[in-house]
């Protein structure tokens, strides 16, 4: 029963992820930060500025680009297509006047908009590796966001030096994907926002001798 609720409620935090959110309301940031070691207030604020982003991107290039748009504590991840170096460099010009950001990794592509089957194809790798992560003990697919790009993954989140290196490990290994590229923020075991949960006592513990 216990597996089976925290899979639900799993399920549940991984689409939010995912998902391109206008806004989260107190319910819905109440239970993402159950599991994610943000803030409701820069969960808040990443997804806000993402889709001011999104807005301001669609509305100036429409469908000249298709550019990703990935936040993380303030990180902006955006990769993607573009038709030459001048909108490239514009779309981010565009980014960086955006209030409360902590940085931008920008590796859109000068290349044609990606197909429907390269973006369906994108997805699955994104979701195989979760679901290796999940399978894996190791990595919480919660605290470590997976953008899959022309068969690049980015790997962004708060994480330790050893939950980063099995998170790239599980990445690499995983069929199709290309390249994996590192955005993540670090914080160590002994931080509180990154210590390990103690594990549950057993439930039917042996009586004493």
């Known amino acids: 029963m ?3 609720l925290w899979l639900g409620s799993l399920s549940v935090l991984l689409a939010l992820q995912g998902c391109e959110l206008a806004l ?5 940031a109440a239970a993402v930060t159950a599991f994610d070691r943000r803030t409701s207030s820069a969960i808040y604020q990443d997804e806000s ?4 982003i999104r807005d301001r991107i669609s509305g100036r ?11 993380y504590n303030r990180m902006i991840l955006l990769t ?27 590796d859109i592509q000068i290349a044609p908009v990606s197909s429907l089957a390269g973006r369906t194809n994108d ?7 979760k679901g290796r992560f999940l399978d894996s003990g190791k990595v919480n697919p919660v605290h470590v966001r997976v953008v899959t790009e022309a ?9 330790t030096e050893a939950e980063a290196n099995d998170a790239v490990e599980i990445a690499r290994t ?21 210590r390990p949960q103690a594990k549950p006592p057993a439930e039917n513990p042996k009586p004493a001798a």
């Open 2 to 4: 216990k597996r089976a």
């Open 24 to 28: 989260i309301g107190a319910g819905g």
């Open 49 to 52: 500025m993402a889709l001011t």
């Open 61 to 71: 290039f429409g469908n000249l680009t298709h550019v990703n748009v990935a936040p």
């Open 80 to 106: 993607g297509e573009a038709p030459d170096e001048q909108t490239r460099a514009a779309i981010e010009a565009d980014v960086r006047g955006i209030a409360n950001l902590r940085g931008i990794v920008n």
């Open 123 to 129: 997805s699955f790798i994104t979701s195989k590796i």
């Open 151 to 159: 068969g690049v993954v980015y790997l962004l989140g708060l994480v």
């Open 174 to 194: 995983t069929g199709g994907v290309r390249k994996v590229v590192k955005v993540f923020d670090y914080c160590q075991p002994t931080d509180e926002i990154c």
